[in-house]
């Protein structure tokens, strides 16, 4: 089965499409148009960015190959969380501390930028405080320990500690040890941001089209984006289609595709809980994952369910019987939610980088030297994208109005090439991502 075969099936029964009508559309390109900046994609990373470049006075064109919000940014958990996918560790080596302590607060800073635009542009997207990171044994318990410590120590980033004798506070599940709260994190429905970013973005002047793949990217002193009926040339061009930039336009982007795998993960809403039972699962009503490399994630929405997502997939085959373990799955973190029903089950694929990192860049240039282009890209959010696409979008337009200061901290950090190439990176990550699996039942 392909990406977009599975993908008809992962979009069906979407929590988030059942209740964030789209009210508004944008009409397919149908003409050859001039502006100064392209954007290809209409996620959360696309959008943002068009509203950064739209506020520093740039004309802007957006081309979406389906709707806005189609992807990972209107399926996803909704979790809000500092960081990145990766452990700030994993950055020292490369970027030294003092840039490390750089990405850190702009992951902050991605988190009030989400505030910030909500306020700005009266986006309604179910917004609520909070974040936990549990662990669930003693040994995991140990490692989440020692990351809050040194957190505090060398990043001044001390939230709080959460001890095996008050777990019951925070969640009324029997699994997990001990933990951490942050209430800079938080939740959102996803699909309703990311349509109020749309809105927002036209708002303020910028061009939208949907149902507009982009066929051939042709560079140059002003890059031409070519679609079936009509194109689109711009000074400066930001790919941001992540995952889907390659399914849907395979070869615009060679160099960049093979640094990110595309890999599923599934999401189901109970049916309404009384209210006492929604409340007293998570009391703080927090965005909750586990610390598991391969995690499970959680959280209760504004009409009182419980939304949980967990499992991975490695190839584009959409596990079996999904919805009962799924709620196998929600049961063994809460019993009390045994007999509960699945209303909605539903997924998508994330851009997973080799690393975990995000991966930032410029396209190589015509000659293949220094990647000096004017075709910028943003991917490999690796599960993590929520508030640093925002951020991405931020930095691009930062980089094109002259400042790229901040965009080359990201640039910076070395990505990886998955290995096999298209047809056997693959089976190359199911064995890798077996060994991690392993280490989580330990």
Same mark, same amino acid.
């Not at 001890?163 to 709260?181: E, N």
């Not at 042709?218 to 009509?230: Q, Y």
């Not at 373990?325 to 019993?335: H, L, Y």
């Given at each position: 089965?392909?990406?977009?075969?599975?993908?008809?099936?992962?979009?069906?029964?979407?929590?988030?499409?059942?209740?964030?009508?789209?009210?508004?559309?944008?009409?397919?390109?149908?003409?050859?148009?001039?502006?100064?900046?392209?954007?290809?994609?209409?996620?959360?990373?696309? /959008?943002? %960015?068009?509203?950064?470049? #739209?506020? $520093?006075?740039? @004309?802007?064109?957006?081309?979406?190959?389906? +709707?806005? !919000?189609?992807?990972?940014?209107?399926?996803?958990?909704?979790?809000?969380?500092?960081?990145?996918?990766?452990?700030?560790?994993?950055?020292?080596?490369?970027?030294?501390?003092?840039?490390?302590?750089?990405?850190?607060?702009?992951? /902050?800073? %991605?988190?009030?930028?989400? #505030?910030? $635009?909500?306020? @700005?542009?009266?986006?309604?997207?179910?917004? +609520?405080? !909070?974040?936990?990171?549990?662990?669930?044994?003693?040994?995991?318990?140990?490692?989440?320990?020692?990351?809050?410590?040194?957190?505090?120590?060398?990043?001044?980033?001390?939230?709080?500690?959460?001890?095996?004798?008050?777990?019951?506070?925070?969640?009324?599940?029997?699994?997990?040890?001990?933990?951490?709260?942050?209430?800079?994190?938080?939740?959102?429905?996803?699909?309703?941001?990311?349509?109020?970013?749309?809105?927002?973005?036209?708002?303020?002047?910028?061009?939208?089209?949907?149902?507009?793949?982009?066929?051939?990217?042709?560079?140059?002193?002003?890059?031409?984006?070519?679609?079936?009926?009509?194109?689109?040339?711009?000074?400066?061009?930001?790919?941001?289609?992540?995952?889907?930039?390659?399914?849907?336009?395979?070869?615009?982007?060679?160099?960049?595709?093979?640094?990110?795998?595309?890999?599923?993960?599934?999401?189901?809403?109970?049916?309404?809980?009384?209210?006492?039972?929604?409340?007293?699962?998570?009391?703080?009503?927090?965005?909750?994952?586990?610390?598991?490399?391969?995690?499970?994630?959680?959280?209760?929405?504004?009409?009182?369910?419980?939304?949980?997502?967990?499992?991975?997939?490695?190839?584009?085959?959409?596990?079996?019987?999904?919805?009962?373990?799924?709620?196998?799955?929600?049961?063994?973190?809460?019993?009390?939610?045994?007999?509960?029903?699945?209303?909605?089950?539903?997924?998508?694929?994330?851009?997973?980088?080799?690393?975990?990192?995000?991966?930032?860049?410029?396209?190589?240039?015509?000659?293949?030297?220094?990647?000096?282009?004017?075709?910028?890209?943003?991917?490999?959010?690796?599960?993590?994208?929520?508030?640093?696409?925002?951020?991405?979008?931020?930095?691009?337009?930062?980089?094109?109005?002259?400042?790229?200061?901040?965009?080359?901290?990201?640039?910076?950090?070395?990505?990886?090439?998955?290995?096999?190439?298209?047809?056997?990176?693959?089976?190359?990550?199911?064995?890798?991502?077996?060994?991690?699996?392993?280490?989580?039942?330990?």
């Amino acid at each position: 089965m392909s990406l977009l075969s599975a993908e008809r099936d992962l979009t069906r029964n979407s929590y988030y499409a059942a209740t964030a009508p789209r009210e508004l559309g944008f009409p397919a390109l149908q003409s050859d148009v001039e502006c100064d900046v392209a954007v290809v994609g209409g996620g959360f990373a696309g /959008l943002s %960015a068009a509203i950064e470049f #739209a506020d $520093r006075g740039f @004309r802007v064109v957006l081309l979406e190959a389906r +709707q806005v !919000g189609w992807g990972a940014s209107g399926r996803n958990g909704g979790q809000v969380i500092a960081g990145l996918a990766c452990d700030q560790t994993e950055l020292e080596p490369q970027l030294g501390l003092e840039d490390s302590r750089r990405v850190w607060n702009m992951t /902050l800073e %991605a988190i009030d930028l989400i #505030a910030q $635009r909500r306020a @700005r542009f009266g986006i309604d997207c179910d917004w +609520q405080p !909070g974040s936990l990171s549990l662990a669930v044994n003693a040994r995991k318990a140990r490692a989440l320990q020692s990351w809050h410590a040194d957190m505090a120590a060398r990043y001044d980033y001390a939230p709080q500690w959460i001890a095996p004798a008050d777990m019951a506070q925070w969640i009324a599940s029997p699994r997990f040890h001990s933990g951490v709260h942050d209430p800079h994190g938080g939740h959102l429905h996803p699909l309703k941001y990311c349509l109020g970013l749309a809105r927002a973005a036209a708002s303020l002047g910028v061009t939208i089209h949907e149902q507009t793949p982009v066929l051939k990217l042709e560079p140059g002193p002003r890059v031409r984006l070519r679609s079936a009926t009509g194109s689109v040339r711009a000074a400066q061009v930001l790919l941001a289609g992540n995952t889907y930039l390659d399914v849907l336009t395979p070869g615009l982007a060679p160099s960049i595709a093979r640094r990110i795998m595309p890999v599923g993960t599934y999401i189901v809403a109970s049916e309404p809980l009384p209210n006492g039972l929604a409340a007293s699962l998570i009391p703080s009503r927090s965005a909750v994952c586990d610390t598991n490399f391969v995690l499970d994630y959680f959280r209760t929405t504004a009409d009182q369910r419980l939304l949980y997502g967990g499992r991975v997939s490695y190839s584009s085959a959409t596990p079996l019987n999904l919805g009962p373990s799924m709620q196998r799955r929600m049961a063994r973190t809460f019993p009390q939610l045994k007999q509960t029903k699945i209303e909605y089950t539903w997924g998508g694929f994330v851009d997973i980088s080799m690393k975990r990192a995000p991966d930032f860049g410029r396209l190589p240039s015509e000659h293949g030297k220094a990647p000096h282009s004017n075709v910028y890209y943003v991917q490999g959010f690796s599960g993590h994208g929520v508030a640093l696409t925002g951020l991405a979008g931020r930095l691009v337009a930062e980089a094109i109005a002259g400042d790229a200061q901040r965009f080359d901290v990201f640039a910076r950090i070395r990505q990886g090439v998955f290995p096999g190439g298209r047809w056997l990176r693959t089976p190359a990550l199911v064995a890798g991502m077996a060994y991690y699996r392993l280490r989580d039942l330990l």
